[in-house]
């Protein structure tokens, strides 16, 4: 990882299940992370957040609402408050991808927790709704695997709760 070349968008889907397509983005979150040299310091430089129209073939998956959705009324409510149409809100992110890209003069990198998810999800929208998937393709950073690996720990072990507290400077809670 070369902290000088890159600028990283940790990316963050919710989502009315587990396939891309079937399901749909309800809400796109993104944050533009990268080290800045004058500061000697990692910095949070642009933040990107848009509700999504659900697509209209899509469905809300049986499993994912009751034991996430069920569970966290007032995400749902905020994930579903005024959404816009996939086509407008992938445009939107393109522009935000593109300031960064300008401001930081620096490769964008996706990563998520877990990207797998997250980025598959992201991708489908961004080929179905914008002809590309770049800058990203088919690549990105696991953040969860990353932090395991420094650790030594073995994949069942790369929760939150395995890593060291001190990581964690904001005890802010998952909305």
């Known amino acids: 990882m070369n902290k000088f070349s890159e ?5 963050d889907v919710e989502t009315t299940g587990p396939l891309p397509g079937p399901n749909s983005i309800i809400s796109l979150g993104a944050a533009a992370i990268g080290w800045d040299a004058a500061l000697s310091q990692w910095r949070v430089s642009d933040t990107f957040s848009m509700n999504i129209e659900q697509l209209p073939m899509s ?8 034991e996430f959705w069920v569970k966290n009324p007032e ?6 408050r005024n959404p816009e149409p996939p086509a407008y809100v992938m445009l939107e992110f393109q522009k935000f991808l593109s300031k960064v890209q300008n401001d930081w003069q620096r ?7 877990p990207a797998v998810f997250d980025l598959a999800f992201l991708r489908h929208y961004m080929i179905t709704f914008l002809g590309t998937d770049k800058p990203f393709g088919h690549s990105g950073y696991d953040t969860k695997s990353v932090a395991a690996t420094i650790l030594g720990n073995k994949y069942s072990d790369s929760s939150k709760s395995h890593f060291p507290k001190e990581w964690f400077r904001h005890n802010q809670k998952h909305t």
């Open 59 to 66: 469905t809300l998956d049986e499993k994912t609402w009751v």
């Open 107 to 113: 490769r964008p990198v996706a990563v998520g927790a």
């Open 7 to 11: 600028v990283y968008i940790s990316v």
């Open 75 to 80: 995400a749902w409510a905020t994930a579903t």
